[in-house]
């Protein structure tokens, strides 16, 4: 009859732990996943002041990897270490408490028992994730890096015939990280069927300890003294994943840390506040440039009035582009006089710059989406004719409306459009974000130059109809020559 009862009493723990399980999950998932948001905008908010310049050095894949991978793997901490942890203990002290209540004489054994097998569990828990992880998170940012690289340069791959190349290279590092995951699935599979062979080997020594006294045991103490092993090792059984999760979401929570908590470079810093609202006039004078890693720039001395197009012609770390990223706000003077409007530039706010100046670089940003989407990201508030009409003012839309219009899916990074359709589409963004000023650094450097001078003086000619301003940087002199003037680096 004990027996019976022991066994209808496991059987509804059974039945009502699917219940208890999934009302659990439930309150952890909803807490956890917004702490994961918590987590993802602190982080990013970091990266902000920093970029771009600031981000030169890091490996873009190990960033992408933080930013999704570590976010999401630090997430287990909560989701299924500790309450792994908490039930394991939660059951073995009730087990315990159980033992003491029913079989006072064999205790000490569950006590014993219990004590071995966590610190079992834990040290061979860190010795089955030991090395292996470092390896997998390398490996991980070195897969994103490739993989990034690849959908950047599509276009280039295709043109010289290293898709099979790619892709070859592509497989075989996912094969190394397929192979690490594999050995600590493997050693975590080893752990739990030790725990599992120890779990019959305890019931065993128990009946054989009872017998060796030459106990005979009623039939409630029987049925706990078989029953209850195996109901307190089931718990036992998770840890070994519990520990490897937690090693994981550690490592994570710790590259985020570095990330989040990394000082942006006072270089990098505006202390300004004032909004600029319109654009009339820069001027500079011995102006000299200070970057984070100490390299000194100097640029050269000029004026630039509203209205103007102006061509800035150099070599290649002359500082051209240093010049644009000064006027954007991503990088202050050091030494020097920069006038905007009459006002040293660093007395404005780096994103009241950034509303009022646009800039154009050698590979825009293009979201995956449409390119409708794509617009929006310059101006939300934009209604579809407004769209229209910019389309139409960088002759895009003529190539747009024979396939799907706005809706035209531009793929990653923008790889279903051509170079010169990228470009158009940046040029409409600063036209519909009604830009004063617009940069356009190198932007047709991987167009032909009938298609480049097409582009850049169509866009020139709107500036003059619209009254903004426009810097050409470029090595090209035949497109320099497009501008009203040209000052040399």
């Given at each position: 009859m ?16 699917a219940f208890f ?5 439930l309150v952890?998932?909803d807490?956890?996943?917004?702490k994961?948001?918590a ?36 997430l ?23 033992y ?22 834990f040290?061979?828990?860190?010795f ?8 997998l998170?390398?490996?991980r940012?070195?897969?994103s890096?490739i ?6 340069r ?5 043109a ?9 290279v592509?497989?075989e590092i996912?094969m190394?990280?397929?192979s ?10 080893l ?19 009872t ?8 039939g ?36 985020l840390?570095?990330?989040?908590k990394a ?8 202390e ?5 609202q319109?654009?009339?006039?820069f ?11 100490g390299?000194?720039v100097s ?8 209205g ?10 002359s500082g ?9 706000g991503?990088i ?32 825009p ?7 409708k ?11 579809d004719?407004?769209?229209l ?9 003529p ?6 219009g706005?809706a ?15 470009q158009?589409i940046?040029?409409?963004r ?26 850049v ?17 470029t090595?090209d ?13």
């Amino acid at each position: 009859m004990y027996l019976s009862i022991a066994v209808v009493g496991v059987r509804a723990f059974a039945l009502g732990k699917a219940f208890f399980r999934y009302s659990e999950r439930l309150v952890l998932h909803d807490a956890t996943f917004r702490k994961a948001t918590a987590r993802r905008t602190s982080v990013y908010s970091s990266l902000i002041d920093r970029a771009p310049i600031g981000l030169t050095d890091t490996n873009m894949g190990s960033l992408v990897t933080s930013l999704v991978d570590d976010t999401e793997e630090s997430l287990n901490e909560d989701l299924r270490y500790r309450p792994a942890l908490i039930q394991s203990v939660a059951v073995s002290v009730a087990g315990v408490v159980i033992y003491v209540w029913l079989i006072p004489k064999f205790a000490w054994l569950m006590i014993l028992v219990l004590l071995a097998g966590a610190l079992g569990t834990f040290i061979a828990s860190k010795f089955a994730s030991r090395n292996l992880l470092e390896r997998l998170n390398s490996l991980r940012s070195e897969l994103s890096a490739i993989a990034e690289s690849i959908v950047a340069r599509n276009r280039v791959i295709q043109a010289y015939g290293w898709q099979s190349r790619s892709l070859d290279v592509l497989d075989e590092i996912t094969m190394k990280v397929t192979s690490v995951e594999k050995k600590l699935a493997n050693r975590v599979g080893l752990v739990q069927s030790a725990i599992s062979l120890g779990t019959y080997l305890i019931i065993g020594c128990s009946i054989w300890v009872t017998f060796a006294a030459g106990l005979l045991l009623p039939g409630e103490q029987v049925a706990v003294l078989v029953l209850l092993p195996l109901a307190i090792f089931e718990y036992l059984q998770g840890l070994p994943a519990a520990f490897q999760a937690k090693a994981k979401a550690s490592a994570s929570i710790a590259r985020l840390e570095i990330l989040e908590k990394a000082q942006t470079p006072i270089e990098l810093l505006s202390e300004g506040s004032e909004c600029l609202q319109a654009f009339d006039s820069f001027a500079t004078e011995k102006v000299s440039v200070r970057f984070p890693n100490g390299n000194l720039v100097s640029l050269p001395d000029l004026a630039v009035v509203k209205g103007e197009s102006v061509s800035l012609v150099g070599r290649s770390g002359s500082g051209k582009s240093t010049f644009a990223n000064v006027l954007v706000g991503y990088i202050q003077v050091a030494e020097g006089s920069f006038l905007l409007n009459g006002k040293p530039i660093g007395s404005y706010s780096g994103n009241s710059l950034r509303q009022s100046i646009g800039l154009v670089e050698q590979q825009p940003v293009m979201l995956a989406g449409t390119v409708k989407d794509n617009l929006l990201l310059a101006a939300p508030n934009a209604t579809d004719s407004e769209m229209l009409q910019a389309l139409n003012d960088v002759k895009l839309w003529p190539m747009l409306e024979i396939r799907q219009g706005l809706a035209t899916d531009v793929g990653q990074l923008g790889t279903k459009l051509s170079g010169g359709e990228v470009q158009r589409i940046a040029f409409a963004r600063n036209l519909l974000a009604e830009r004063k000023l617009v940069i356009l650094d190198e932007p047709t450097s991987s167009l032909e130059h009938v298609q480049a001078a097409e582009i850049v003086k169509n866009f020139l000619e709107l500036g003059k109809q619209k009254g903004f301003t426009v810097l050409l940087i470029t090595h090209d002199n035949k497109l320099a020559q497009l501008t009203d003037r040209l000052i040399k680096f």
